[in-house]
């Protein structure tokens, strides 16, 4: 896989520890990673011909010119897989493209709290350590409406549970309702496309559950392999 960080925006201090993890998930199921924040070096034909996946880590910002956006949809029309992570929904809001593939874009976010995540499908490949309902403590994005319709949710924040209210001048934010998306997945345009919305904190990347719904974006992504969580 390739593991993309770039950021022309806010960067964030859990990227080093993204990386290590990432870096472990693929010692722990045998798989290679090449990490770079340089564009220049990756997005191209040739280059991302290597790959099986691409994760955007915490990119944020404009992170690729126009020659590399056109040689990333050409890697996902070849079957190629997207992971995004956290601000990888913050990233290159002017490539329509981009964003129907993520499937929502950042829009706000208030403090970090603890709140209760809710598990919408458990037939996904990492999903199976996750209880119905648990606890977890992020920087929940509030985004903005569906911008595909083909994504099938896996996780959300109960709004119940945080203040969902951030106001930044006149943007402003008041949660998302009873259906609060926190992670999805979905095929798009020949290739398939998985994002978490979790990932903020240094110390979550630490959280074995987390790093294991994290693989299983990557496998899906990189594969195309399901999961079933209980055989009938």
Sequence with gaps: VLLFSKTAGWHHES???GVTAIRGLARLHDFNVFWTEHAERVFNDTELRKYKAVIFLS??????????????????RAGGGFVGIHPAADTEYGWPWYTKM?????HIHPAVQTATIQVEDRNFPGMDRFAKRFL??????EFDAAR???????????????????????????GMGKLHPIAWYQEYDGGRAFY?????????????????????????????????????
């Design 136 to 141: 977890f403590t992020e920087e929940w994005y």
């Design 102 to 106: 993520v499937g929502h874009m950042f």
């Design 148 to 174: 595909s319709s083909k994504l099938r949710y896996l996780l959300s924040v109960d709004e119940t549970t945080y203040e969902p209210h951030a106001k930044w001048g006149p943007k402003e934010g008041k």
């Design 15 to 17: 990227i080093l520890e």
């Design 196 to 232: 978490t919305a979790l990932g903020h904190l240094p110390a979550t990347y630490g959280d074995a559950n987390f790093m294991h719904h994290v693989y299983g974006g990557i496998y899906w992504a990189a594969t195309g392999k399901g999961y079933t969580a209980e055989q009938r």
């Design 59 to 76: 990119t944020t910002g404009d992170a690729l010119n126009d020659e590399q956006q056109a040689a990333f949809e050409r890697y996902i």
